[in-house]
T-cell receptor, first 107, second 113 residues
Framework: KNEVEQSPQNLTAQEGEFITINCSYS?????LHWLQQHPGGGIVSLFM???GKKKHGRLIATINIQEKHSSLHITASHPRDSAVYIC?????????FGSGTQLTVLP | GAGVSQTPSNKVTEKGKYVELRCDPI?????LYWYRQSLGQGPEFLIY????????DSGLPNDRFFAVRPEGSVSTLKIQRTERGDSAVYLC???????????FGAGTRLSVL
């Protein structure tokens, strides 16, 4: 069993839909990261969470430490949101990554 | 620049050759990380530097892989006797002192023919 599991692996949505990507982990962590990776490999850090909820524009990330679960939500999705979204957990020394969720938003 | 810079962006080499991949972290960041991402998978940890020293190199797959950070800023990942299985995107990230936030570079895509 992977230490970090994301679901779904692939997600196709219509523009405007509300999107949820889930992340479950089995290790103790000090922080959880949500990352966005566009074609070509560049990774952008979206959120770092250690508790509660964070919001940035149309993106919302939540974490439940007791249940070892986090969700990334995208409201009013847009084709430019199409990317791979990666959950990563760990400490300042090391991150363990999920395999990513490929999101495609159709116009 | 303001972000983490990795060079080259793409590197094509032949099996058995030696390659060096460079990472310029954000100025002032004391922590530097190398990750490897194979096609269709999430990144995997390779090595972590705090300052000039490798604080954790447990992710290096074998002794063909080596990384240095001699002055505590720029880091070089060195791969000897490259194999086709080394083909991947090599990602570098840096972090301010005592922070969990990591800032990623765009990566170097290594292709071993």
């Amino acid at each position: 069993k992977n230490e970090v599991e994301q679901s779904p692996q692939n997600l196709t949505a219509q523009e405007g839909e509300f999107i949820t990507i889930n992340c479950s982990y089995s290790v103790g962590i000090s922080a959880l990261h949500w990352l966005q990776q566009h074609p070509g490999g560049g990774i952008v850090s979206l959120f770092m969470l250690s508790s509660g909820k964070k919001k940035h524009g149309r993106l919302i990330a939540t974490i439940n430490i007791q249940e070892k679960h986090s969700s990334l939500h995208i409201t009013a999705s847009h084709p430019r949101d199409s990317a791979v979204y990666i959950c990563a957990v760990g400490s300042a020394r090391q991150l363990t990554f999920g395999s990513g969720t490929q999101l495609t938003v159709l116009p | 620049g303001a972000g983490v810079s990795q060079t080259p962006s793409n590197k094509v080499t032949e099996k058995g050759k030696y390659v060096e991949l460079r990472c310029d972290p954000i100025s002032g960041h004391t922590a530097l990380y190398w990750y490897r991402q194979s096609l269709g998978q999430g990144p995997e940890f390779l090595i972590y530097f705090q300052g000039t020293g490798a604080a954790d190199d447990s992710g290096l797959p074998n002794d063909r892989f080596f990384a240095v950070r001699p002055e505590g800023s720029v880091s070089t990942l060195k791969i000897q006797r490259t194999e086709r299985g080394d083909s991947a995107v090599y990602l570098c990230a840096s972090s301010p002192d005592r922070s969990d936030i990591q800032y990623f570079g765009a990566g170097t895509r290594l292709s071993v023919l």
